[in-house]
């Protein structure tokens, strides 16, 4: 049986250095500012660095992997004699898990006894970050490339993705809400509570008055969807707002006894999108 090696994309926002310890390989999305040349990729910029730029009023245009640089990643494995499962960033969101089939098929082509598998996870940040975990924890307990891909098809619709955002001019930016609607919202210190569907996609569900009561809303979500509240794997992200991560994960260990196991920052291809003050829950519940 040959070996494989699991593969993502940066998007994951896990830090690379965990990637390294993992064995994961991974390709980065980029970014560029308006008004500059140069292209960052993912992990680049140091995050403060990144959203102290963005509050200043920088503003960050994304970009997805390309299939050529897929390419030349997959083959650099097949070469060593590699099988690959790549986990991937929700098509709803980005190109690059679409990017990552294309090149595979070409790579099938050319190398018909390699085994390439492309998995959508419908996740983003450290929410498929987590089933990048999953498979990786998989794969040390000698899981075959088939179980750790069964792992994730098995799982991606479990893994609640619970966010909110301290500024709605960026939900605003992105076509999520109206400049009417961002301009009431800060005015009044709504915050959306918004998840992802099952498609992938940012859905705005509700709103509450002020940052306190949205992260109390994220813990709500935790108690009312978590398949194991007291000793599931939970994952948390922010947007350069350590300080609300770590309040987020006090009321989850207060109210339910968890332990959240990382935290993390979203990173800037994403953060380019949420903006600074974005803090987001990952776990495993019942349903999205």
């Not at 250095?17 to 680049?44: I, K, M």
């Not at 499962?85 to 006894?113: N, Q, W």
Request: net charge negative; with cysteine; proline share 2%.
């Amino acid at each position: 049986m040959r070996d494989f090696v699991i593969y993502t994309d940066s998007a994951c926002d896990i830090p690379p250095e965990t990637l390294h310890e993992w064995g994961v390989r991974y390709d980065w999305l980029t970014y560029t500012f308006e008004g500059e040349t140069r292209e960052y990729g993912n992990y680049e910029l140091s995050y403060p660095e990144f959203y102290e730029r963005v509050r200043q009023g920088g503003v960050a245009r994304t970009s997805a992997v390309n299939a050529e640089a897929f390419r030349r990643g997959f083959e650099e494995l097949i070469l060593e004699g590699k099988d690959i499962l790549y986990i991937g960033f929700s098509t709803g969101l980005s190109a690059t898990c679409d990017a990552a089939g294309i090149a595979a098929k070409a790579l099938r082509e050319k190398y018909p006894d390699c085994d390439i598998r492309c998995v959508d996870t419908r996740g983003a940040s450290a929410g498929f970050g987590l089933l990048l975990y999953m498979a990786v924890e998989k794969k040390k307990e000698g899981g075959t490339l088939d179980e750790c891909e069964q792992l994730v098809l098995d799982n991606r619709f479990h893994l609640c993705h619970w966010f909110t955002v301290e500024d709605l001019v960026y939900l605003k930016r992105g076509g999520r809400i109206s400049a009417a609607t961002a301009f009431v919202g800060n005015m009044l210190s709504f915050k959306p509570v918004l998840h992802m569907d099952d498609a992938g996609h940012l859905i705005n569900m509700f709103k509450v008055r002020g940052r306190k009561a949205s992260l109390s809303a994220l813990a709500d979500k935790y108690e009312e969807l978590a398949l194991d509240k007291e000793h599931g794997t939970v994952f948390i992200s922010h947007g350069d707002c350590l300080g609300d991560a770590e309040r987020l994960a006090q009321m989850l260990r207060e109210r339910c006894g968890a332990e959240v196991s990382r935290i993390v920052y979203v990173g800037p291809v994403i953060g380019a999108h949420a903006g600074p003050g974005t803090l987001a829950l990952f776990f495993l519940g019942k349903n999205r």
